[in-house]
């Protein structure tokens, strides 16, 4: 990657994503469901948006071997989980 991503692409990226792939989902009903207060979900959305901007920081300063150490780590975590199913 050529183009590093300055901080507001970054914010905006990872918040985007959060909503993307975890706040418009089951987890909105369980919130709406009285399940998860709205101090639980403030908790989750910045450690999960914080997670991410992680990640995007670190590509974009060019190092992908990180990326994939860490998420490779992560992986092998999750190894009885169901297999993804792209969407889009």
Known sequence: MNTKLDFE????LSKGIT????????????????????KDMKT???FITNRIAGLLTTISNG?????L??????????T????????G
């Open 9 to 12: 692409t970054i914010d905006m």
């Open 19 to 38: 909503q993307f792939a975890f706040r418009s989902g089951p987890v909105e009903d369980m919130h709406s469901k009285g399940k998860l207060t709205q």
């Open 44 to 46: 989750l959305n910045k």
């Open 63 to 67: 190092n992908i071997a990180k990326v």
């Open 69 to 78: 150490k860490v998420l490779t780590f992560y992986a092998s975590l999750s």
């Open 80 to 87: 009885k989980w169901d297999s993804c199913k792209p969407e």
